[in-house]
């Protein structure tokens, strides 16, 4: 499957961004889909995971209540919709699928885990 990450800019503190991912070349609802990113310097780390059918959802504790996966299965594109943004959310925003379905956070924080990523999108926060 191929992915397409889109919607990052710059955005002052407490502003808000939709990142959104576009999928092609096999069935998009036959992969959970999850979220990465990378800040400069510093390694990838897990952001969000949708199950394929949005019945199961994690969060890394740095983004929960402020960012919210969703994915439409129709458009094939799975979004975050990132508000109340801080400085240290800038980093470059991945969209990885991963073609297992296994409902556990410690799985989905795991990157090698995913079969599939993109290009990713630059977030950046001024303060």
């Known amino acids: 499957v191929q992915l397409q990450a889109s919607g990052g800019g710059l955005v002052q503190a407490g502003g808000s961004l939709r990142l959104s991912c576009a999928a092609s070349g096999r069935t998009f609802r036959n992969y959970a889909m999850g979220w990465f990113r990378q800040a400069p310097g510093k390694e990838r780390e897990f952001v969000a995971r949708i199950s394929w059918n949005s019945g199961s959802i994690h969060y890394a504790d740095s983004v929960k209540g402020r960012f919210t996966i969703s994915r439409d299965n129709a458009k094939n594109t799975v979004y975050l919709q990132m508000n109340s943004l801080k400085p240290e959310d800038t980093a470059v925003y991945y969209c990885?699928?991963?073609?297992?379905?296994?409902?556990?956070?410690?799985?989905?924080?795991?990157?090698?885990?995913?079969?599939?990523w993109g290009q990713g999108t630059l977030v950046t926060v001024s303060s």
């Open positions: 990885e699928a991963d073609s297992q379905h296994i409902p556990s956070i410690a799985y989905a924080q795991r990157e090698n885990n995913y079969d599939y």
